[in-house]
């Protein structure tokens, strides 16, 4: 049964640093891997999907990298910004997810 | 596009009670989700509508849940009786066919309280 983690549960970090999410999954063969964003009392927001035959994929200032092999899928945040601040969520073939990462970026 | 709508955003039942959550898809999506969303398990898919017909109901936890979807622009989950660890977030969520399947779009939630 495939399983997802997403460790730390929060992370607290300075406005203008980069930072990295993980996202862990137990199962190699998935065909996509996507990341959401979730502000309080929100609804998901999709931030970037990768295919399976994919490595990565970048959107603005995000870039979310994927490694099958090693079970591993990280979402990289260049200088970081208040706005920033949410919940972050990864899921595997689209409906299994994790529990979320809770990121605050001090002003 | 008015996105994903559910209603209401708010319930507040007691024990014992039916309840009835609502969800408008964005038009012309042919998937539907639902899913529930709590600080202990996280966000849990119930159930999944593909043309309005039920795919896959294995994450519905047990016979006091069931949901339909009428037509391509209606679906309802509803929990009877209703009881305390019922209490949740639930999400319904829309995806498109062919190529952007997988991208799917959500609605705000139903924050749901069983007292």
């Known amino acids: 049964k495939q399983e997802v983690t997403q460790i730390p549960a929060a992370l607290s970090v300075p406005e203008g640093e980069n930072l990295v999410l993980n996202c862990s999954f137990t199962?190699?063969?998935?065909?996509?891997l996507q990341w959401f964003r979730q502000d309080p009392g929100k609804g998901l927001t999709s931030l970037l999907l990768?295919?399976?035959?994919?490595r990565e994929q970048t959107s603005g200032r995000l870039n979310a990298s994927l490694d099958k092999s090693s079970g591993r899928s990280t979402l990289y945040i260049a200088a970081s910004q208040p706005g920033d601040s949410a919940t972050y969520l990864c899921?595997?073939?689209?409906?299994?997810f994790g529990k979320g990462t809770r990121l605050h970026i001090l002003p | 596009d008015a996105g994903v709508i559910q209603s209401p955003r708010h319930e507040v039942t007691e024990m014992g009670q039916e309840v009835t959550l609502r969800c408008k898809p964005i038009?012309?999506?042919?998937?539907l989700f639902w899913y529930r969303q709590t600080m202990m398990r996280g966000l849990e898919l119930l159930i999944y509508?593909?043309?309005?017909?039920?795919?896959?109901d294995s994450g519905m936890p047990e016979d006091r849940f069931s949901a339909k979807m009428p037509n391509a622009s209606f679906s309802t989950l509803k929990i009877q009786p209703s009881e305390p660890r019922d209490s949740a977030v639930y999400f319904c969520?829309?995806?498109?066919?062919?190529?952007?399947?997988?991208?799917?779009?959500f609605g705000p939630g139903t924050r749901l309280t069983v007292l």
């Open positions: 969520a829309s995806s498109p066919q062919g190529a952007n399947y997988n991208e799917q779009f």
């Open positions: 199962d190699s063969a998935i065909y996509n």
């Open positions: 990768i295919q399976s035959s994919q």
């Open positions: 899921a595997v073939n689209k409906i299994i």
């Open positions: 038009s012309g999506h042919d998937y």
């Open positions: 509508f593909n043309n309005n017909v039920p795919i896959d």
